[in-house]
């Protein structure tokens, strides 16, 4: 079945780096992978999308890659502010199933002044 | 614009009581769905629907039931609820009949504890 990880369940950076987030999947090959935003008690906010033909993503401070080879994506958020603090979430699709869209358990962003 | 709302926001039920989550959107969006999301697991699948009349299982299925007889909303139904099914229950829609190439739109979701 589809596996999907993403490198740490938390990470803390200082406001004004980048914040890079990964995600690593496995057995089948997603044509599309999409990143969400998530708050404590609040549904996901969907942030990017990136096509399997994409190398490369942006909008605004955002950045998103996909390496079919590496079965990989990275999220980059550059010149990071506490609010950005917030759980980042990976979706991919199965490769052949149209309805289904499988999430990664998320790394928890924290941004500090 | 109200997007994808759902109710209750929190909903506590002893074992072997039965319960509808609702969900409503306004966006006349083909696709819903329903997810659990559970600490440690992430966002699970359990239903979805692409289209009025047509829904199909995600992973996790069991004990619960749904159904879609407008394009506007998607009832979650538990049967018999088990303390296993103690989550936050989200409903997203979005615009296609796929997920492959467009965003989910999420509501808020319902807390559900099961004692």
């Known amino acids: 079945s589809q596996k999907i990880e993403q490198n740490s369940e938390a990470l803390n950076i200082q406001e004004g780096k980048t914040a890079t987030l990964t995600c690593n999947y496995t057995?089948?090959?997603?044509?599309?992978l999409q990143w969400y935003r998530q708050d404590p008690g609040r549904g996901p906010v969907f942030l990017l999308l990136?096509?399997?033909?994409?190398k490369e993503k942006r909008k605004e401070r955002l950045k998103v890659t996909f390496d079919t080879t590496l079965k990989q994506s990275l999220f980059h958020i550059t010149a990071s502010q506490p609010a950005d603090s917030a759980t980042y979430l990976c979706?991919?699709?199965?490769?052949?199933?149209?309805?289904?869209?499988?999430f990664g358990r998320g790394t928890q962003l924290t941004v500090w002044p | 614009n109200a997007g994808v709302t759902q109710t209750p926001k929190f909903q506590v039920l002893k074992t072997g009581q039965s319960m509808t989550l609702q969900c409503a959107q306004d966006?006349?969006?083909?696709?819903m769905s329903w997810y659990r999301q559970d600490p440690g697991m992430g966002l699970r699948l359990i239903h979805y629907s692409v289209g009025a009349g047509i829904t199909d299982q995600g992973e996790v299925p069991n004990g619960y039931n749904v159904s879609r007889s407008t394009t506007e909303d998607f009832p979650l139904r538990l049967l018999s609820a088990a303390p296993s099914q103690t989550s936050v229950y989200f409903c997203?829609?979005?615009?296609?009949?796929?997920?492959?190439?467009?965003?989910?739109?999420f509501g808020n979701g319902t807390r559900l504890t099961v004692t």
């Open positions: 966006m006349n969006h083909e696709y």
């Open positions: 979706a991919l699709d199965r490769g052949s199933t149209l309805g289904r869209l499988y």
């Open positions: 990136i096509r399997e033909n994409e």
């Open positions: 997203a829609s979005n615009p296609g009949t796929g997920v492959r190439n467009s965003p989910l739109h």
């Open positions: 057995n089948y090959s997603p044509a599309y």
